[in-house]
């Protein structure tokens, strides 16, 4: 696999983590809003850690190297740790939609079938529903399905570091599946580190900058923009699940505005997707950019000045990106 140079002192993913988590241990990485506001969930990078090298350890125990591992995870903290936990273990992550209830299992059969997989990780909760569905569906029964949230953080005591070069495959990036049957492309620990240098060179990260976001983690911009920038740069970032921003879109703008240090002085990630039927002109979206605000509303961009915003909109934002994903 050709890789391009990269910035990093680092050549690996887990090389990264074990050096925030030994130079900054106490310090909050992922701050998750579990209903969208208040109640929330937190990660240091020395926690992280612990738990990935958990999930790791009961990885191996299953799996043999390079093993393709399928991750069944809703949005939250769980999913970082067992991202990790594959990185940690030397085997290969493949992240993947859970499966709605009542909705057919074909994508994700489609894509253990194409990945090779022989093991999945997810939730007691999500593993709980997919139980009975099991059954009719060879492909998932075959799998070793484990509940990540069920394992102790001591059993990563017994973990030793991998044989894994900046070469090594990190994870599987599938296409949504929502035109053809999911596609998938390999990526190496090099091609992420080159990818996340250039991001912070696009866009000025520093570790005094934070972010916010509320794309799926399996989403490429949700998982390399939302999860694995800050952790790059090394600084703080608080994360939503989708649901919680598509029942009220005002749910991503919150915690902007309390952000410690002030969005003034920092930076917030530029990974922001905004669906079009969501922001009309009586739901919109405010991002500053440059002393303007833009904000979609129905099928054209539009800018306004800031004096129309709210009287408590967020203060400035900097490098900032506004789309809409063909989903929407």
Request: aromatic share 8%.
């Amino acid at each position: 696999m050709v890789c391009l140079a990269n910035q990093t002192k680092t050549t690996t993913l887990v090389a990264l983590l074990r050096q925030r988590a030994e130079t900054q241990p106490a310090q909050t990485a992922y701050t998750f809003l579990v209903n969208g506001e208040d109640a929330t969930l937190s990660l240091t990078y020395r926690e992280l850690e612990q738990q990935a090298q958990a999930i790791a350890v009961y990885l191996r125990s299953v799996c043999a190297p390079k093993d393709r591992v399928m991750l069944v995870y809703p949005p939250g903290l769980e999913f970082i740790a067992a991202f990790f936990g594959c990185l940690y273990a030397g085997v290969i992550a493949v992240p993947a939609y859970p499966p709605r209830p009542n909705r057919s299992l074909l994508r994700l059969q489609s894509m253990v079938k194409d990945a090779q997989a022989t093991a999945a990780l997810t939730t007691q909760s999500v593993l709980a529903t997919l139980e009975r569905r099991l059954l009719h569906a060879p492909e998932l029964q075959g799998l070793c399905w484990l509940a990540t949230d069920t394992l102790s953080a001591s059993l990563g005591w017994g973990w030793q570091p991998s044989a894994i070069t900046e070469d090594t495959i990190a994870f599987l990036q599938y296409t949504s599946g929502s035109t053809a049957a999911p596609k998938g492309v390999a990526i190496a620990h090099c091609n992420l580190l080159h990818n996340l240098s250039l991001i912070e060179q696009c866009f000025q990260h520093t570790p005094a900058s934070c972010g916010a976001i509320w794309l799926p983690p399996y989403h490429d911009m949700g998982l390399i923009g939302g999860i694995l920038q800050p952790l790059y740069v090394g600084f703080p970032v608080v994360l939503l699940s989708p649901l919680m921003f598509l029942q009220s879109p005002i749910r991503w703008l919150q915690p902007l505005a309390v952000m410690e240090p002030p969005l003034a002085a920092g930076r917030i990630l530029p990974t922001i997707s905004v669906p079009a039927r969501l922001v009309t002109s009586s739901s919109p979206i405010w991002i500053s950019a440059a002393g303007k605000w833009l904000l979609r509303a129905r099928s054209r961009l539009i800018t306004t000045r800031s004096s129309t915003l709210p009287k408590n909109s967020p203060p400035a934002v900097s490098s900032p990106a506004l789309s809409t994903p063909a989903t929407a």
